[in-house]
């Protein structure tokens, strides 16, 4: 097991070079990698986000948890562009303001997702899927003319391998059972060399030793990578979490390590109040 | 080449490009007409038209078979191309009109003085040939642009691109437009200098008409088969997953609709010389919508399921019109729905008997799985 | 000086007999003569000088010598003292009316009507006179107008003498009538004013024609822009019908129905059947009253019948739901086709639908328009009361809102999408109905509204039935509106082009939710 999460070490220190978008790399020199400052959404009324801020550190492992409703998801669509807040700011490093890119610009200056439902592209082949997610240049015409080059062959079968998916390599990707198009997913945000990665309940309908290899998986991504992982599944939370942040109807409830958010009397009454 | 087909793929093409440049020419042309193995103008022109309806129908497949998005004015992109080649042999009618005057007879009719500004320069050949690619890629990258960013899809998209068509068939209907209104234009007489209705010309306007049906096959074939083609399909199955990614997926569909655009305009200004006009009825959303379904007979996302479809419901259609023309419209629309209803990947579905492996649940449907 | 002399006939008629000088000059005068003499006798208002004038006019005056007789078969009468005559002298000559002195006549017999007891032949006489008459008979209508209190008649009757002052008056009659004309509004009233502008020789009386003719062109554009208004309402209100249904099926329940067209037609063609059975019944009058429902049945049997049987296997296919649904409308234009034969049928109005109110002088506001707002505003209310306050709609809304929810509660989901697929079809039917009573009624009825009934929609909104609302009314003003400055086809061309351009600027519609459940 250990041996094939650091095999995948060279994944975050391999790219950081041909991303066209003209961000000029991402600047951490204050060492936080993200910076919500009052960021507020409200749908016909309804406060989705209400001036939420948060900051996560580079190399940072964060976990967000907090009722239904309280905007977790709305937090993640805010962060990779897929909402615009109302009001407020979000930035990644000290210089890219979120507001102004699109999806696939935030994608690219190095933000990766996975949806709460796993979204694969499920006619193409699980080799395919891993391909198209691979860094690159991902113009329209460099995309026509690109050929596979025997290093990118070499990532994708690495990456396979790690997610324990070469037997399916050339099966289409819509076969694979449940747990398996999380770990795909997963494997897919990697090789998109994000710097941040947001992960929206990973281990949902995963078996407990999937569970038990995702946990191990994220422990050895933090430091190299931030991440921001949502997840209802306590248990796995109490595995993996350093700080806990708690939304609640939109902000910040609490923050703090596992155990101190755990008996804080405002985030017992939220979960098990009224 | 072999990434574009197999063995098999290959011999098939070859055989289809022997029927087309060798077959039909010596029947029609070197075999005398009282043969019984002669072929008459009427066979050539009908094979000539549905090669053009299957150039369309290529289009078709690549924005909606691979990326899915289902456009419903290709009739207009086709139309447009036909316009922009009609004009030209309009001109080319020179004083042998009704009217014996310079400009064509419809002019003279509305007592027009001189030519409107849209038929600058439409005498030169080359200058259709440029507005035959340009018009629709220019309207098709335009509109594209907009709704693509806007983020219209799906149902939306198909219902907005049936409006254009309206429009713009509505536009075309009205005389002082200056395109003939309602009888559009007809009565051509020469291509190039060449008479248009000796079996030479026409033989060669079929020719041309093959090679580009071909043509138009192996480029959309060597898309769909590059990265791009993947990434057009992840599009169609998973639109924010490919933006997620990192790509700037309206990019992508405003260049593949554009491209279609452009390969329907000329599939359209081939149409025109061999069938002998065109009018604003080919711009009918009716029309458009019919490329949808010669894709789905044939099947989607395999672009020769596209070219055999044309085929197959325009085949039928030429011996319904004639045969009992009162039950071809049950029939087309028996098509529709059967078709959508039993035949989700067409004739080649059933062609193929692939083992499951290209078959999974990729629709979820509502309501009744339950 | 014309006048002075018509005022000096007037005082010296005798009561009991006609003007002998008059009559010899209308017997034997040249034209203007005649004329004169016409004048001078209809003045009198003696009931006989009609009957000499309408025996003029149908050839019968003839003169002997001197003297003028009435002719009919063997029998005569003399002209001036209206006594019989014993024997017709043996030599006699036709007196001829020409068609200048037919018209005079004819004036001059309608102005003598301007006196009968009976409103309605008065009307028709002023009606006539206003068409345009010869001055000769301005006498008569001011005597007519001083007894005149008919608020219909009275207005017709100022535009005539307002008309012969123009032409022969004084200038301070001139300058009365331009200021009546002025505050007249009367259609032809810009026309007489615009002649008087264009002809009027004195300075002062230009520029006052010139003021009165602003003051009316003022208030046609008045009227114009009312009939603008209501034509703009009138066409929402018919784009309301054919989009309310499909709010239903494609706004709610999210079915791309492309027969939605066809079953417009099919209601209209339900209509036409009813039509020729209620005529047989000899119930003619009250066609509508079965047709309505039957629309209504017809259309939503044929659109639960699609439904059972096509487009419940397409459920979140919308692509392929477009495709066989089209295909449906084929195959239903086809079916009429064979049945009803390819050319249009003919539908009629009732009596009480035909003709329509005159709310200004250029604005008449037909009854079938009239009666389709309402129609619509009817069909509106009942759908929104079926949806909101009757179990089917709750359990209609419930459905489109979480299938799966309202499935686990107990509700029947799949009876439940007929029955609203049923009812959005039957809207469908409606609307067909109403159509028939304003345009023609064929196969291709349907084709002509399925774009703009979407259009409506989606521009409103999907889902919102208030957007729907809106959306049909703005549309319906907005196309009207272009229509007046560029003609049908732009305007409907511009609409379109703007829906494009609208949609893509905010593909949710004038109305809409938004968040999560909006942007997937």
Redesign the interface.
Same mark, same amino acid.
């Given at each position: 097991m250990s041996a094939a999460v650091h095999a995948q070490s060279g994944f975050g220190a391999g790219g950081g070079s041909a991303a066209h978008v003209a961000t000029g790399g991402l600047d951490t020199t204050h060492g936080v990698v993200l910076y919500l400052d009052g960021i507020t959404v409200s749908?016909?009324g309804?406060k989705?986000l209400n001036k939420l801020s948060l900051s996560i550190d580079v190399g940072e492992l964060r976990c967000v948890i907090g009722p239904n409703g309280a905007g977790k998801? /709305?937090m993640m669509?805010v962060i /990779?562009g897929?909402?615009r807040a109302d009001s407020g700011t979000a930035y990644f490093g000290q210089t890219i303001d979120l507001a102004n890119l699109? &999806?696939? &610009?935030i994608? %690219?200056a190095g933000i990766?997702?996975k949806?709460q439902m796993p979204?694969?592209?499920?006619?193409?082949t699980v080799a &395919?899927n891993v391909?198209?997610?691979m860094?690159a240049d991902?113009?329209?015409r460099r995309?026509?003319?690109?050929r596979l080059s025997s290093e990118e062959r070499d990532r994708i079968a690495e990456s396979l391998r790690l997610m324990r998916l070469e037997a399916a390599a050339d099966?289409?990707a819509?076969?694979l059972s449940h747990g398996e198009k999380q770990w795909l997913e997963i494997g897919?945000l990697l090789v %998109?060399e994000p710097k941040l990665l947001l992960l929206d309940e990973p281990v949902a309908g995963m078996s407990d030793a999937e569970t038990e290899r995702t946990a191990e998986l994220f422990l050895s991504l933090a430091g190299k990578h931030s991440l921001v992982v949502v997840e209802h599944d306590m248990a796995f939370i109490g595995k993996i979490a350093r700080k806990v942040t708690v939304l609640h109807e939109g902000s910040v409830l609490a923050e703090g390590p596992m155990q101190q958010v755990q008996n804080d009397p405002r985030v017992i009454e939220v979960y098990l109040g009224r | 080449m072999s990434r574009l087909y197999g063995a098999r793929g290959w011999a098939i093409l070859g055989a289809c490009s022997l029927v087309v440049f060798v077959v039909f020419p010596l029947l029609n042309l070197a075999v005398p007409p009282e043969h019984p193995l002669h072929l008459s103008a009427f066979w050539v022109t009908l094979a000539g038209k549905i090669m053009c309806y299957a150039m369309v129908a290529v289009a078709m497949d690549l924005v909606w078979g691979y990326a899915g998005i289902l456009s419903l004015g290709h009739g207009l992109f086709f139309a447009l191309g036909g316009y922009a080649m009609g004009m030209y042999l309009m001109r080319q009618i020179g004083r042998e009109g009704q009217y014996q005057s310079d400009m064509p007879d419809f002019m003279v009719f509305l007592d027009w003085k001189e030519f409107p500004w849209h038929w600058w320069m439409t005498d030169q050949f080359w200058w259709a040939l440029l507005l035959i690619v340009a018009v629709p890629g220019l309207l098709a990258l335009v509109f594209g642009y907009f709704a693509f960013r806007s983020r219209v899809k799906g149902v939306y998209f198909s219902i907005i691109t049936q409006a254009l068509t309206f429009a713009a068939m509505l536009l075309f209907f009205r005389n002082a437009t200056g395109f003939g209104g309602n009888n559009g234009f007809t009565d051509f007489k020469r291509i190039l200098g060449f008479p248009i209705t000796t079996p030479e010309t026409r033989m060669a306007l079929f020719a041309i008409t093959g090679a580009a049906l071909i043509g138009t096959l192996l480029l959309a074939r060597w898309i769909v088969t590059s990265k791009l083609g993947r990434v057009l399909a992840a599009i169609r199955d998973a639109e924010p997953r490919v933006m997620f990614c990192g790509y700037d997926t309206m990019h992508y569909k405003v260049a593949i609709f554009t491209l279609s655009a452009v390969l329907a305009g000329i599939a359209g200004a081939l149409y025109v010389p061999q069938v002998g006009i065109i009018n604003p009825s080919e711009m009918s959303p009716a029309n458009s919508i019919e490329i949808a379904i010669w894709v789905a007979v044939g099947g989607r996302g395999t672009l020769a399921g596209a070219i055999l479809g044309a085929g197959l419901v325009n085949g039928a259609k030429s011996y319904f019109t004639v045969a009992f023309p009162e039950y071809w419209l049950f029939a087309l629309g028996a098509i529709f729905i059967l078709v959508t209803l039993f035949l989700p990947r067409g004739v080649m579905g059933l062609l193929e008997h692939l083992p499951g492996a290209s078959r999974h649940p990729s629709s979820t449907r509502r309501g009744k799985t339950a | 000086m014309r006048i002075l002399l018509i005022a000096l006939w007037l005082a010296a008629s005798p009561a009991f007999a006609l003007d002998p000088a008059a009559v010899e000059k209308l017997a034997f005068g040249d034209s203007d003569e005649k004329i004169e003499a016409i004048g001078a006798l209809v003045a009198g208002g003696d009931p006989r000088a009609a009957e000499l004038l309408q025996a003029f006019s149908d050839g019968e005056v003839q003169t002997s010598g001197k003297r003028v007789l009435i002719v009919r078969g063997e029998e005569g009468v003399d002209a001036v003292t209206g006594e019989k005559v014993a024997q017709l002298p043996a030599e006699r000559e036709d007196v001829v009316a020409n068609n200048r002195l037919r018209g005079a006549i004819a004036g001059a017999l309608a102005a003598l009507k301007l006196f009968s007891a009976e409103r309605d032949e008065r009307l028709a006489a002023a009606r006539e006179l206003s068409g345009g008459a010869d001055a000769s008979i301005l006498p008569l209508v001011r005597k007519a107008l001083e007894k005149e209190a008919d608020p219909d008649v009275k207005p017709l009757l100022e535009m005539t003498a307002a008309a012969m002052e123009l032409k022969g008056g004084s200038k301070e009659s001139r300058l009365a009538a331009i200021r009546m004309l002025g505050s007249s509004s009367h259609p032809n009233a810009k026309s007489l004013l615009l002649e008087a502008a264009a002809a009027e020789a004195d300075e002062d009386l230009k520029l006052e024609a010139q003021k009165s003719l602003r003051a009316v062109d003022g208030r046609l554009a008045w009227g114009e822009w009312l009939g603008l208004g209501f034509a703009g309402v009138s066409l929402g209100s018919i784009l309301l019908l054919a989009a309310l249904g499909l709010a239903i099926t494609y706004g709610l329940m999210g079915v791309i129905n492309m027969a939605h067209g066809e079953l417009i037609m099919i209601g209209a063609y339900t209509t036409y059947v009813v039509q020729g059975w209620m005529r047989d019944a000899g119930l003619f009058e009250w066609y509508l009253a079965a047709a309505v429902p039957a629309a209504f049945l017809v259309s939503g049997a044929v659109g639960m019948a699609l439904e059972r049987s096509v487009i419940r296997w397409l459920y979140g296919r919308p692509l392929e739901t477009l495709l066989a649904t089209w295909g449906i409308s084929l195959v239903l234009m086809q079916a009429v086709r064979t049945i009803f034969g390819a050319q249009n049928v003919q539908v009629e109005n009732p009596a009480f639908m035909s003709g329509g109110i005159q709310v200004l002088a250029n604005v008449v506001l037909p009854w079938n328009r009239i009666a389709i707002i309402f129609f619509a505003l009817a069909v509106l209310a009942a759908m929104w009361l079926l949806l909101s306050r009757t179990r089917l709609g709750l359990y209609i809304r419930g459905v489109t809102q979480n299938r799966a929810m309202a499935s686990c509660v107990g509700v029947p989901t799949a009876r439940v999408d007929t029955w609203a697929f049923g009812l959005g079809s039957g809207i469908a039917g409606l609307a067909g109905c109403a159509l028939t009573q304003i345009g023609n009624v064929g196969p291709d009825l349907g084709q002509g509204y399925i774009v703009d009934s979407f259009m409506v929609v989606v521009f409103g909104g999907v889902g919102q039935l208030a957007g729907t609302v809106y959306a049909a009314l703005v549309l319906g003003f907005a196309n009207k509106l272009l229509e007046s400055w560029s003609g049908a086809v732009i305007a409907k061309i511009a609409v379109l082009v703007f829906i494009i351009f609208f949609i893509q600027r905010r593909p949710q519609g004038l109305f809409a939710l938004r968040g999560r459940a909006a942007e997937t």
């Amino acid at each position: 097991m250990s041996a094939a999460v650091h095999a995948q070490s060279g994944f975050g220190a391999g790219g950081g070079s041909a991303a066209h978008v003209a961000t000029g790399g991402l600047d951490t020199t204050h060492g936080v990698v993200l910076y919500l400052d009052g960021i507020t959404v409200s749908f016909d009324g309804f406060k989705a986000l209400n001036k939420l801020s948060l900051s996560i550190d580079v190399g940072e492992l964060r976990c967000v948890i907090g009722p239904n409703g309280a905007g977790k998801t /709305t937090m993640m669509d805010v962060i /990779t562009g897929r909402t615009r807040a109302d009001s407020g700011t979000a930035y990644f490093g000290q210089t890219i303001d979120l507001a102004n890119l699109s &999806e696939a &610009e935030i994608a %690219q200056a190095g933000i990766g997702r996975k949806f709460q439902m796993p979204t694969i592209f499920e006619r193409l082949t699980v080799a &395919e899927n891993v391909e198209l997610a691979m860094k690159a240049d991902k113009r329209v015409r460099r995309t026509l003319f690109h050929r596979l080059s025997s290093e990118e062959r070499d990532r994708i079968a690495e990456s396979l391998r790690l997610m324990r998916l070469e037997a399916a390599a050339d099966r289409p990707a819509g076969l694979l059972s449940h747990g398996e198009k999380q770990w795909l997913e997963i494997g897919m945000l990697l090789v %998109q060399e994000p710097k941040l990665l947001l992960l929206d309940e990973p281990v949902a309908g995963m078996s407990d030793a999937e569970t038990e290899r995702t946990a191990e998986l994220f422990l050895s991504l933090a430091g190299k990578h931030s991440l921001v992982v949502v997840e209802h599944d306590m248990a796995f939370i109490g595995k993996i979490a350093r700080k806990v942040t708690v939304l609640h109807e939109g902000s910040v409830l609490a923050e703090g390590p596992m155990q101190q958010v755990q008996n804080d009397p405002r985030v017992i009454e939220v979960y098990l109040g009224r | 080449m072999s990434r574009l087909y197999g063995a098999r793929g290959w011999a098939i093409l070859g055989a289809c490009s022997l029927v087309v440049f060798v077959v039909f020419p010596l029947l029609n042309l070197a075999v005398p007409p009282e043969h019984p193995l002669h072929l008459s103008a009427f066979w050539v022109t009908l094979a000539g038209k549905i090669m053009c309806y299957a150039m369309v129908a290529v289009a078709m497949d690549l924005v909606w078979g691979y990326a899915g998005i289902l456009s419903l004015g290709h009739g207009l992109f086709f139309a447009l191309g036909g316009y922009a080649m009609g004009m030209y042999l309009m001109r080319q009618i020179g004083r042998e009109g009704q009217y014996q005057s310079d400009m064509p007879d419809f002019m003279v009719f509305l007592d027009w003085k001189e030519f409107p500004w849209h038929w600058w320069m439409t005498d030169q050949f080359w200058w259709a040939l440029l507005l035959i690619v340009a018009v629709p890629g220019l309207l098709a990258l335009v509109f594209g642009y907009f709704a693509f960013r806007s983020r219209v899809k799906g149902v939306y998209f198909s219902i907005i691109t049936q409006a254009l068509t309206f429009a713009a068939m509505l536009l075309f209907f009205r005389n002082a437009t200056g395109f003939g209104g309602n009888n559009g234009f007809t009565d051509f007489k020469r291509i190039l200098g060449f008479p248009i209705t000796t079996p030479e010309t026409r033989m060669a306007l079929f020719a041309i008409t093959g090679a580009a049906l071909i043509g138009t096959l192996l480029l959309a074939r060597w898309i769909v088969t590059s990265k791009l083609g993947r990434v057009l399909a992840a599009i169609r199955d998973a639109e924010p997953r490919v933006m997620f990614c990192g790509y700037d997926t309206m990019h992508y569909k405003v260049a593949i609709f554009t491209l279609s655009a452009v390969l329907a305009g000329i599939a359209g200004a081939l149409y025109v010389p061999q069938v002998g006009i065109i009018n604003p009825s080919e711009m009918s959303p009716a029309n458009s919508i019919e490329i949808a379904i010669w894709v789905a007979v044939g099947g989607r996302g395999t672009l020769a399921g596209a070219i055999l479809g044309a085929g197959l419901v325009n085949g039928a259609k030429s011996y319904f019109t004639v045969a009992f023309p009162e039950y071809w419209l049950f029939a087309l629309g028996a098509i529709f729905i059967l078709v959508t209803l039993f035949l989700p990947r067409g004739v080649m579905g059933l062609l193929e008997h692939l083992p499951g492996a290209s078959r999974h649940p990729s629709s979820t449907r509502r309501g009744k799985t339950a | 000086m014309r006048i002075l002399l018509i005022a000096l006939w007037l005082a010296a008629s005798p009561a009991f007999a006609l003007d002998p000088a008059a009559v010899e000059k209308l017997a034997f005068g040249d034209s203007d003569e005649k004329i004169e003499a016409i004048g001078a006798l209809v003045a009198g208002g003696d009931p006989r000088a009609a009957e000499l004038l309408q025996a003029f006019s149908d050839g019968e005056v003839q003169t002997s010598g001197k003297r003028v007789l009435i002719v009919r078969g063997e029998e005569g009468v003399d002209a001036v003292t209206g006594e019989k005559v014993a024997q017709l002298p043996a030599e006699r000559e036709d007196v001829v009316a020409n068609n200048r002195l037919r018209g005079a006549i004819a004036g001059a017999l309608a102005a003598l009507k301007l006196f009968s007891a009976e409103r309605d032949e008065r009307l028709a006489a002023a009606r006539e006179l206003s068409g345009g008459a010869d001055a000769s008979i301005l006498p008569l209508v001011r005597k007519a107008l001083e007894k005149e209190a008919d608020p219909d008649v009275k207005p017709l009757l100022e535009m005539t003498a307002a008309a012969m002052e123009l032409k022969g008056g004084s200038k301070e009659s001139r300058l009365a009538a331009i200021r009546m004309l002025g505050s007249s509004s009367h259609p032809n009233a810009k026309s007489l004013l615009l002649e008087a502008a264009a002809a009027e020789a004195d300075e002062d009386l230009k520029l006052e024609a010139q003021k009165s003719l602003r003051a009316v062109d003022g208030r046609l554009a008045w009227g114009e822009w009312l009939g603008l208004g209501f034509a703009g309402v009138s066409l929402g209100s018919i784009l309301l019908l054919a989009a309310l249904g499909l709010a239903i099926t494609y706004g709610l329940m999210g079915v791309i129905n492309m027969a939605h067209g066809e079953l417009i037609m099919i209601g209209a063609y339900t209509t036409y059947v009813v039509q020729g059975w209620m005529r047989d019944a000899g119930l003619f009058e009250w066609y509508l009253a079965a047709a309505v429902p039957a629309a209504f049945l017809v259309s939503g049997a044929v659109g639960m019948a699609l439904e059972r049987s096509v487009i419940r296997w397409l459920y979140g296919r919308p692509l392929e739901t477009l495709l066989a649904t089209w295909g449906i409308s084929l195959v239903l234009m086809q079916a009429v086709r064979t049945i009803f034969g390819a050319q249009n049928v003919q539908v009629e109005n009732p009596a009480f639908m035909s003709g329509g109110i005159q709310v200004l002088a250029n604005v008449v506001l037909p009854w079938n328009r009239i009666a389709i707002i309402f129609f619509a505003l009817a069909v509106l209310a009942a759908m929104w009361l079926l949806l909101s306050r009757t179990r089917l709609g709750l359990y209609i809304r419930g459905v489109t809102q979480n299938r799966a929810m309202a499935s686990c509660v107990g509700v029947p989901t799949a009876r439940v999408d007929t029955w609203a697929f049923g009812l959005g079809s039957g809207i469908a039917g409606l609307a067909g109905c109403a159509l028939t009573q304003i345009g023609n009624v064929g196969p291709d009825l349907g084709q002509g509204y399925i774009v703009d009934s979407f259009m409506v929609v989606v521009f409103g909104g999907v889902g919102q039935l208030a957007g729907t609302v809106y959306a049909a009314l703005v549309l319906g003003f907005a196309n009207k509106l272009l229509e007046s400055w560029s003609g049908a086809v732009i305007a409907k061309i511009a609409v379109l082009v703007f829906i494009i351009f609208f949609i893509q600027r905010r593909p949710q519609g004038l109305f809409a939710l938004r968040g999560r459940a909006a942007e997937t």
